[in-house]
């Protein structure tokens, strides 16, 4: 029997559905295994009702509504894992996370009076999650190391070290050391193969950060390096500003 899958969205661009089903032609065939129950962009229809084996949620939590949302679906589904930056560390939407919510929705809107957003967070601040796969947009080995964990029951295979080190392996010149580039590599889960020092740019850290990340020495790094405070505000807040492992180094650079 196929195994329902549900794909569900909340404060995102979409992004990582589109990479899922249109860009990864290779996901296809694992994919037949699947009964796709409900995805946003392929949709017109209503969310709906579970059981799902497995739910796949994309984009932040930004508003109330979508809290009871996601708790529904997690209650309905065997395995829940968080898809994007967005979903799994804040992503893009959590630029705004350092700054009071009044002030942002100020800045954005003329009538605040059917605004009702609140302070943007991954979607494990709510509910259990069984599974990170990271990236804005996910790179293509946790895309399926994600579901043929789903197929064969195990346990999810993600990789749990820094950029760094899937970027020596490829044999790339370090573009930290050599060049005095600006790079999150040291602090960045890997997962992309090094996407971007392979073509000798800095990584962004669009898979959020590593667990145990010493954001504070990379800082302080950035720092000696002639980095202005805001620029390095800015690097740790682009796709993680509510996670642990970079707000020290948020923090630091507050305090200096
Ligand atoms: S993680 Fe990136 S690609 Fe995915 S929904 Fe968020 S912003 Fe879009
Ligand atoms: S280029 Fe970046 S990711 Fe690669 S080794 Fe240097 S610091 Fe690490
Ligand atoms: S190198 Fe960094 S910014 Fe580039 S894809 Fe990988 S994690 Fe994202």
């Known amino acids: 029997m196929k195994k329902r899958l549900g794909f569900f ?5 979409t992004g990582c559905q589109f990479h899922f089903f249109y860009e990864q032609r290779y996901l296809l065939e694992t994919l ?23 739910a796949l949620i994309e984009g932040t939590v930004t508003e109330v509504w979508q809290v009871d949302e996601l708790k529904r679906i997690r209650e309905q589904s065997t395995l829940l894992f968080a898809i994007g930056s967005c979903a799994v560390s804040g992503g893009i939407p959590a630029i705004k996370a350092t700054d009071p919510e009044i002030e942002i929705e100020k800045r954005v809107y003329k009538k605040l009076s059917s605004i009702h957003s609140i302070k ?29 964990s789903v197929l064969t029951d195990k346990k999810p295979d ?60 990379l800082a302080k790094k950035f720092k000696l390096m002639g980095l202005s405070k805001d620029d390095i505000i800015r690097k740790f807040t ?14 630091m650079m507050y305090e200096d």
Do not use: W
């Open 9 to 13: 969205k909340f404060s995102c661009c």
């Open 32 to 54: 037949l295994n699947f009964d796709v129950v409900f995805s946003k962009i392929l949709s017109s229809s209503g969310t709906p009702d579970g059981p799902f084996d497995v």
């Open 120 to 148: 943007p967070y991954a979607i494990d601040a709510y509910v259990k999650v069984d599974g990170y796969i990271r990236g804005c947009p996910p790179g293509e080995r946790d895309l399926y190391e994600a579901l043929t």
């Open 158 to 217: 993600f990789l749990h070290y820094s950029v760094c080190v899937e970027c020596k392996l490829k044999g790339n010149t370090c573009v930290l050391v050599s060049y005095n580039v600006p790079c999150m590599g040291p602090v960045t889960n890997a997962g992309c193969g090094a996407l971007c020092p392979s073509m000798n740019r800095a990584c962004y850290s669009c898979f959020g950060p590593v667990k145990q990340a010493n954001g504070s020495a």
């Open 238 to 251: 682009e796709f993680g500003a509510v996670t642990g492992e970079f707000r020290k180094a948020v923090e």
